[in-house]
Each structure stands twice: as structure tokens, then as C-alpha cells.
């Protein structure tokens, strides 16, 4: 093909005097122009086409070039120049799970926008991130161990949420993946300001934890007089607090909008759980930006427990009058929930074993006239009756069900005694729960030959670490006695394969708690649980409404994949003795 010749541009003509006709001949001859028809006259021009001919032409195969968006500090957790990439983080010493196993089969794990983010390019930024499992081969943010597949789910899950509840069973590490995205959050700039709020026990137990997992984040403990407090809630430099639930109340006052945090974590937040409650209301009143809860029970006694940590989460976006389906379908963005026998499944059982006992005649002769003089004097108060009143009758039966206060005749002891001979012989460990110090101690009178232990509320909280590592350390040793509100959080006691449950708990999700201190990540053999209760007494009643309980609440957090519990009502209390309350007569539970 020739290229065309140029043609120079036509002159523009700006008025009718440059034409040089006069006016009135222009006018006449555009109105003639104007009745005539307009005749167009069309020139055609001869083209040569050639016809189409085919060419063979060879293409090399090239690789896809991936763009996508990154962290600011992304650069940083590439591997570094001469890295192995495939000498990654030490394994979990937890993780020597076979070949082919669960464990062993892994895959890249993507961080996933809320359902909430509607823009695309906030949604982008979340989804073309490079899997969270090339941070453990990062050359410059080290973990001490590679976290397991479903903890990167659950960094996963917090880092893009503003509103979280990380609901996992104890001891699947709630602890670890809320450190390790807190540390993502500060490394991507995303966070500056952090505050955790946990038990006062439990402060030591984070502090730790921080140490292990992020060593590189400044981390400050609030306490000391006021003045001391007042000067470290002011500190710039410390970008994690953390703060016990008490010194929470007693600085409230200090929580104007001049202090104001990125994020602020609650650690068993069902402390929250009553939103009418003034621990409820001074965490509600600090100034931030994102909010996460953390605990293994978000349900303890009724679905209201749910709409007061959501109360702290999202104000009103839950209410107690919703349906159970209605409300797991509202919660199922917000709640991440796994159980041990859904993740771990190369983790050692849980082995259940529960004895009913039947009391001794000295026990079976207290207990029938307590229970006797004890329905007596309920029914005669008649409209005065209160529940307070039934709850102190089966706090007395209970009590009984141990030990029988005249002569310290106790079934359960008998028991006790001849597992724990079995288990010292073999060196092993257990752990006897409780929910009073009083029977603590009179275990501890009957059992000195076993080296026991005692872990409750009236010890000093320095007191009890250095109980822990005593049994930890000490080969004679053998049991520990614990309360279940002491007991029951914070403790890392996977070396101790028995636990016994001398008395239940109200509740059966304290009771997977307690269970879960010695059920976790590092246990190396299966745990086996021995679930005391006295037959035909008030505990047997307490289990069998509790047990019928459970599906109310499989319902709500089915969706967010496991389950809670909840304990007795008022109404279940005065059922137990089929009571007339003043409202009418209560059907004794089945």
C-alpha cells in the first residue's frame, strides 16, 4: 500500500466581503438554491482486494504475571534474598500429625472481606492478598511456631472485621490468633492504639503470650496507684495496653474522647454479658474504632448473654426478642466458632466417663431428711417464696452429695482415692475440680500421700503461678485441686491426662472450660474426663434439664459452627422440687 499525498488545509472565509458578492445576489441565490431538489452525484473508485491468505505463526508459552494489591509493608514478608523457601517456621510441636493427615495437607488460606464491605475496591484489597501461610516463611516477621490451618482461618477472620467475636473452644488458641492479627494490624499500619481487657489473672498469662508471639510489640500493664495508671493510659509509645476488668471500673472516669483506641479486645467477654451491668457499661464507653470479643462461652445462661457482648460489638443490632434462627443467621458474619473435634483431628480424644455413684447409707440418711424438711419449710412461705430460697436448699443437697457433714462419709471419695492410686502408680497427673474451696480442703485431709495442690480464688494470683509450675515440675505431684472459677480459664495444663469433676457446675459450658485446660494443643495422649453424680439426687435432676437444654442453643450457633450451653432458670430452679411459685405451679423436670 502507498501512502496518500498530503492536501493542504481550505481557507476559512470569516465574512461575505472576502467572498467579494454583494449581498442581495447572495440572499436571491440561496432562496432559489432552496426550491430546487437537491440532486447528489456519487463517484465510485476501483479497489483491488486480495483474497485472505493464511500465515502459520508460533507463540511461546509464557507464565501468568500476577498483580495484585498489597500491604504497605508487604515488602517485608516477602523471602529474603537467598532464602529457602522451603525451610519454613519450626512445625508446632503439637503438629506431628502422619502423612497425608489433615495436618499435613495444607492449603493457602485468604483473607475474606466481611459480608458488609460492599465497594470493590474494598473487597480487592482484602481478596488479592497473598495467603496468610507466606508470612511463616517471611524473612523479617518470624512466628515461633506454624500456627495450624485453622488458626490462620481465624487471623483470617479478624484482621478485615471492625466487629468479631472469635468463639473458639478452650484450647484451640484464641489467645495466639488474636496476638498474631493484632501484629499484622500494627505491622500494615492499619492499627496504633490497641487495648485488651481481660481478667486480672489472666494479665500474666497475655503478657507471656505477647512475648512469645510479636517480642517486637510495645507492650505496657496498667496498674500501680491512680496517678500511675492515669500517666500509662496516657502513653503514646505503648501501641498495646492491657488492663484487667477491675482497674477497667475504677479508671473510668479517664475515658473521654481524648483516649481514644484503634481496637479494643475483651477476653471472656461474657463478663459483658449482662448489658444493664456497670462492667458492661464502662466497656461500652471507651472511644474506638474496632471491637472483638474473645471467649469460649457466648452463650452461658440464655440468648440475652449474646445481645449484651453485641451490645458492645454493634449497639442494637441484636435484641433478646429475636428467634434463635433469626438471630444465628444475624450473627454468622460476626462469630467464628470451632470445636477441637472439627479441627484437631489428629488431637487425642476426650474420653467421657460418667459415674453415678449411690451415696453412702450415712449420706443417704442426711440427705433424705434435709431434702424432706427442706421442701416442708419452701412450701410453707408460700407467695413469699423467692428463688433464693430453693437455691439454698440445693446448695445444701449438693453439698451433701460430697461429703455428709456429720461424718465425712463421701462415695465420691472412695472413688477418688482408688483412681488416684492407679494414676500415681503410673506417674500420670489429674486435676479434681470443684465449685467450693471447702471441699477442696477436705480432699486435700484424705489425699496428702498424692502430693496435692490447691488452685482457687482465695490464693494470691503470684501465689498460683508458682503453684502451676510446682505441679508442672515436681514428679510427686499428682493432683492439683481446683475451683472451677479460678480453674477454668487461662491455664495451660496439657500434661495432665485425668480430670475429675467432683461436683457439676450449674452450667455445662464452665465445665468444657475447666475440661479444656488440660484437652489442648500439645496434649500427647487422650485426656479422660470422670464426671461424678450422686444417682437419685438433686444432681441427677440438675443433669438431665440441663441436657435437655442444649438443642435451644445448638439451633443458634449452628451456623457459626458449634454450639454453647446454659444453665437453669428460675422457673427450672423451683421445678426441681415441683414448687408452687406465686405465678402457679411448676412441673418437676422429667
Known sequence: ???????????????????????????????????????????????????????????????????????????????????????????????????????????????????????????????????????????????????????????????????????????????MQAISTVRLLLYSGEVRKVLLVCPKPLVSNWKREFALWAPEIPLGIIEGDQAKREWQWRQPNTWVKIANYELLMRDRDLFDENLHFDLVMLDEAQRIKNKSSTTAQVARSIHRTRSWALTGTP??????????????????YLSADMRPRHMAQAVKDHILRRTKDLVMTDMPPKMFRDEPLSLTPEQWETYNKAEDEGVIKLNDLGDSLTVQHVFELVLRLKQICNFDPVTGASSKMERL?????????????????????????????????????????????????????????????????????????????????????????????IEDQAINRAHRIGVSSPVTVTRMMAADTIEQRIHEVLEAKRELFDTIFSETGGPSSHGLSQNEIFGLFNLRTPKGPIRAAA
Not at 300 to 316: A, K, Q, W
Not at 460 to 482: A, G
Open 417 to 509: 482415692v482408688a483412681d488416684m492410686e492407679e494414676i500415681a502408680a503410673s506417674g500420670q497427673k489429674a486435676i479434681i475440680f470443684s465449685q467450693w474451696v471447702k471441699t477442696l480442703k477436705q480432699i486435700r485431709s484424705q489425699v496428702e500421700h498424692f502430693g496435692p495442690l490447691e488452685y482457687h480464688g482465695q490464693m494470691p494470683s503470684k501465689q498460683r503461678e508458682t503453684v502451676i509450675d510446682r505441679f508442672k515440675n515436681d514428679p510427686k505431684s499428682h493432683m492439683i485441686l481446683m475451683s472451677y472459677g479460678a480453674g477454668s480459664v487461662g491455664l495451660n495444663l496439657q500434661f495432665c491426662h485425668y480430670v475429675f469433676l467432683f461436683d457439676r457446675w450449674w452450667n455445662p459450658a
Open 1 to 175: 500500500m502507498t501512502a496518500s499525498t498530503s492536501h493542504s488545509p481550505p481557507e476559512v472565509v470569516t465574512s461575505l466581503t472576502e467572498l467579494a458578492i454583494p449581498v442581495e445576489t447572495f440572499a436571491t441565490g440561496w432562496q432559489t438554491a432552496l426550491s430546487r431538489p437537491l440532486k447528489l452525484r456519487v463517484d465510485t473508485l476501483p479497489v483491488n482486494v486480495d483474497s485472505p491468505k493464511a500465515v502459520s505463526m508460533q507463540i511461546k508459552s509464557r507464565r501468568p504475571q500476577v498483580v495484585s494489591y498489597t500491604f504497605p509493608e508487604s515488602p517485608y514478608w516477602q523471602l529474603p534474598a537467598g532464602a529457602d523457601p522451603g525451610k519454613p517456621t519450626r512445625p508446632h510441636p503439637a503438629a506431628s500429625a502422619p502423612a497425608g493427615s489433615a495436618t499435613q495437607n495444607r492449603k493457602a488460606t485468604r483473607i475474606k472481606p466481611p459480608g458488609d464491605i460492599i465497594k470493590l475496591k474494598d473487597r480487592l484489597y482484602y481478596v488479592l492478598q497473598p495467603p496468610l501461610e507466606s508470612l511463616v516463611s517471611s524473612g523479617s516477621l518470624e512466628f515461633p511456631f506454624e500456627p495450624f490451618p485453622y488458626q490462620f482461618e481465624g487471623i483470617a477472620f479478624l484482621y478485615p472485621r471492625y466487629s468479631a467475636v472469635l468463639a473458639d473452644e478452650m484450647g484451640l488458641g484464641k489467645t
Open 299 to 316: 452463650i452461658e445462661n440464655s440468648p440475652e448473654d449474646l445481645v449484651g457482648i453485641f451490645e458492645f460489638l454493634s449497639p442494637g
